[in-house]
């Protein structure tokens, strides 16, 4: 997250993947990478899932987080992914509550460029300049877009209203029985 002031894009050689989502993104993902790159491009890929992702390149290092139970151990892992190099983090935000607090530490201590991942494919260099698309992104992913936006408005608005009546509506039938008996 170094490079969130910077509108500079890496050449992406040493690349760390955060699968924080479904398999099938980074099956998607990875061969248009390794064909835009080519053979010099280098993957990890830290992952809470079994296996591999498809078409990963030869020589690429898989860190499964759950060899990574305590904070001694998480603190080696961080020590050896920063010290591995890598000029950009990729991190799939897919809605998924798939390692949510991991990718975005890792996000954080890798000193890399970091891009922001959807499950349809479509990303986007998260940096001050995209602040509207990290905006909408985000809107998105609380259900303030579209016509879903009206509909989470008015609940948000009468929440408390609703919350009120239900407390006076139990008080009043708990004061009724009370005073019947």
């Not at 490079?3 to 479904?22: A, D, T, Y």
């Not at 922001?116 to 990290?134: A, K, P, Q, T």
């Given at each position: 997250?170094?490079?969130?002031?910077?509108?500079?894009?890496?050449?992406?050689?040493?690349?760390?993947?955060?699968?924080?989502?479904?398999?099938?993104?980074?099956?998607?993902l990875i061969p248009?990478?390794?064909e835009a790159y080519g053979e010099k491009l280098k993957v990890d890929v830290v992952t809470c899932f079994n296996g591999e992702p498809a078409r990963l390149p030869a020589g690429s290092k898989i860190y499964r987080v759950w060899e990574y139970p305590d904070g001694a151990s998480r603190k080696r892992l961080l020590?050896?992914?920063q010290a591995a190099g890598y000029n950009?983090?990729?991190?799939?935000?897919?809605?998924e509550p798939v390692m949510t607090k991991w990718k975005w530490w890792l996000a954080f201590q890798i000193p890399a460029k970091v891009?922001?991942?959807?499950?349809?494919?479509?990303?986007?260099?998260?940096?001050?300049?995209?602040?509207?698309?990290?905006?909408?992104?985000?809107?998105?992913?609380?259900?303030?877009?579209?016509a879903d936006a009206v509909t989470t408005v008015t609940r948000v608005v009468?929440?408390?209203f609703t919350l009120c009546y239900l407390m006076l509506f139990a008080a009043a039938v708990h004061l009724r029985r009370k005073v019947r008996t």
């Open positions: 997250m170094r490079q969130f002031f910077s509108r500079h894009i890496p050449s992406i050689e040493r690349l760390l993947l955060v699968e924080s989502g479904s398999r099938y993104i980074l099956d998607n248009g990478l390794v020590r050896e992914l950009t983090v990729g991190i799939i935000c897919s809605g891009f922001v991942l959807n499950e349809n494919g479509d990303y986007y260099w998260f940096d001050y300049s995209n602040w509207r698309i990290m905006l909408h992104f985000a809107l998105f992913r609380v259900g303030l877009t579209g009468l929440f408390p």
